[in-house]
């Protein structure tokens, strides 16, 4: 099954600055999801991306907050801008293997914002 | 909109104990159903899954799953746990049909097992 490399695996950030997110799969993907999960909850998505297209964003999450980019069926980026405390968070992504056989996920992203 | 509930937040078993952590979904249509593992510092992993068929789901390392349609239920179940099956369990599921969409997840649980 395919494999997703994700980077950083944490980060500690300054207020106000901004943190790109990668995720590299070994093998091709449909879609590919965004996630964050936070402490004692579960994962809420954030948004699908499509190759080519814009990403499809989730009530509650915004371009301008989280833009994301899918070049090809192999990569993606979440950048998590203008961060405040609030988006302290782990961030995982995850992708829809093209046989239709289910789903990859990174190992994940802890932010800490401070 | 689709929900999925995990019934049981925190489960504390000794080892060779029984296992079931409880399921329920609330879409009406067709489903794809699946249970994830994560154990600490490392990337969520399938333990089962449910696409169509016996709804009895056999999966990875002894555990099974019983899809209930009339309950809308997927319980996960292990006849007896070990220390190595510390960790977060997550019930998700997928609108069924030709093409898998996005997942929805429940709550998670967190499995402790004492030695």
């Known amino acids: 099954s395919a494999v997703i490399s994700q980077k950083p695996s944490r980060d500690i950030c300054q207020r106000g600055t901004s943190l790109t997110i990668q995720c590299q799969v070994d093998?091709?993907?449909?879609?590919m999801f965004w996630y964050r999960q936070q402490p004692g909850q579960s994962l809420t998505l954030i948004a699908t991306?499509?190759?080519?297209?814009?990403?499809?964003?989730e009530s509650g999450f915004v371009i301008d907050k989280f833009p994301i980019s899918r070049p090809n069926l192999t990569f993606s980026t979440l950048t998590v801008s203008n961060m405040s405390p609030e988006d302290s968070s782990i961030y995982l992504c995850?992708?829809?293997?093209?046989?239709?056989?289910?789903?990859?996920f990174g190992s994940g992203t802890r932010l800490t914002v401070v | 909109a689709q929900s999925v509930s995990q019934h049981n937040h925190h489960v504390i078993l000794s080892e060779a104990a029984s296992l079931e952590l409880g399921c329920n979904y609330s879409?009406?249509?067709?489903?794809?159903l699946f249970w994830y593992v994560q154990y600490p510092g490392q990337h969520l992993q399938l333990l089962l899954k449910?696409?169509?068929?016996?709804?009895l789901v056999k999966g990875i390392k002894g555990f099974e799953a019983e899809f209930i349609k009339s309950k809308f239920s997927f319980n996960l179940r292990k006849p007896s746990v070990q220390w190595s099956d510390t960790a977060e369990y997550f019930c998700?599921?997928?609108?069924?049909?030709?093409?898998?969409?996005?997942?929805?997840f429940g709550r998670g649980t967190q499995l402790t097992v004492w030695p």
């Open positions: 449910y696409f169509s068929g016996d709804p």
């Open positions: 879409y009406g249509g067709t489903v794809n």
């Open positions: 995850s992708g829809l293997t093209v046989n239709n056989y289910g789903y990859t």
């Open positions: 991306a499509n190759q080519g297209s814009e990403a499809t964003y």
């Open positions: 998700a599921v997928a609108k069924g049909g030709s093409t898998l969409g996005r997942l929805y």
């Open positions: 093998s091709q993907v449909t879609m």
